[in-house]
């Protein structure tokens, strides 16, 4: 167990931010199984923009890397093209 008063804080903020992460993780999760879920290729438009934009939100907070973002994007993307 921490000691010190600022040892204190970091644990309470750190399982804090620990927490949120887990929650945006998976929101981001269910965001990309609803997507590649939908048929329909009219649809699929506007989960993939909603999906996009969290993906985006998520690397520029530093919850998942830029590039881990990036490779779901371009998955996402193929999926989508093909139902066209």
Known sequence: MPQHKSAIKRVKTSLKQNR???SYKSLMKTSIKKLRNTTD???IKDDL????????????????H????????????????SLS
Not at 49 to 64: A, E, F, H, Q, R
Not at 66 to 81: E, F, G, I, R, V
């Open 20 to 22: 949120r992460n887990v």
């Open 41 to 43: 290729s009219e649809l």
């Open 49 to 64: 923009k909603k999906t996009y934009s969290l993906l985006d939100k998520l690397s520029s907070k530093g919850i998942i």
């Open 66 to 81: 830029k590039n881990k973002a990036a490779n779901q994007k371009s998955k996402l993307t193929k999926y989508a093209n």
